[in-house]
């Protein structure tokens, strides 16, 4: 069954410092989404994107965030310098098509030091 | 409460019996989905109910739906010791930029023993 690919699978990284989380969507998906989950809370969508643009984003999603889909394979989150509170458990997923549940990557948890 | 709060929050039983967790929503929705979650895992979509339907079944799960009380159930028959995880609902918004954003519950958490 087709998979939604994360790496890496957990990532350390010091405070101020930058970070990209790669995903690898399903190939014939054609939204997709990052989305959060701070440990023992609720996941939290970050942002959703779709033909080349990002279609909405959420109030966490501030300038400190991008995303990018450099080569219509990778689908990328970038956080330009990392917060102790960015610590969390960082979900890619992607649809074939709105009305259809999602496909989740495995994640990837960030700790930021 | 927030848009998609479950309840229980906990909810632990022995294996073989069934295990029902409920989850209210505020907006109007396109459709509901409900998703699983090992512990420290991705989440594993088990279902969705769109806005039109008021009972689906998959396997031992079976999801109901009411508009009227925005309020959906998840029932789990025959539970086995593997179902143990969280399990959460989420709701796709209508009236919404439709971009698919789904808003999760707090999920219940399910402990079935053996």
């Known amino acids: 069954e087709p998979e939604v690919t994360q790496t890496p699978s957990h990532q350390v990284t010091q405070m101020g410092q930058e970070v990209i989380l790669r995903c690898v969507p399903i190939?014939?998906?054609?939204?997709f989404y990052w989305y959060r989950q701070i440990l023992g809370q609720k996941v939290e969508f970050l942002v959703s994107?779709?033909?080349?643009?990002?279609?909405?984003k959420s109030e966490i999603f501030d300038d400190q965030f991008s995303v990018e889909r450099p080569d219509g394979s990778n689908f990328t989150l970038k956080i330009r310098s990392t917060k102790l509170e960015d610590s969390a458990m960082y979900f890619c997923?992607?649809?074939?098509?709105?009305?259809?549940?999602?496909?989740f990557g495995s994640g990837t948890r960030l700790t930021v030091v | 409460s927030q848009q998609g709060e479950e309840d229980p929050q906990a909810l632990s039983i022995q294996e073989g019996e069934n295990a029902t967790m409920n989850c209210s929503y505020k907006?109007?929705?396109?459709?509901l989905q409900w998703y699983r979650q090992n512990s420290g895992r991705g989440l594993v979509h088990l279902i969705l109910?769109?806005?039109?339907?008021r009972e689906k079944h998959s396997g031992r799960l079976r999801v109901t739906l009411d508009t009227s009380k925005k309020s959906s159930s998840l029932l789990i028959t025959a539970s086995r010791a593997a179902d143990t995880a969280s399990y959460f609902c989420?709701?796709?918004?209508?009236?919404?930029?439709?971009?698919?954003?789904?808003?999760f519950g707090q999920g219940t958490t399910l402990q079935v023993k053996p």
């Open positions: 997923a992607s649809i074939s098509g709105t009305a259809y549940g999602y496909t």
């Open positions: 190939s014939n998906h054609l939204y």
């Open positions: 994107f779709y033909n080349n643009e990002i279609s909405e």
């Open positions: 907006t109007s929705i396109n459709n």
């Open positions: 109910i769109r806005s039109n339907e």
């Open positions: 989420a709701t796709d918004g209508r009236g919404s930029s439709n971009t698919g954003k789904l808003i």
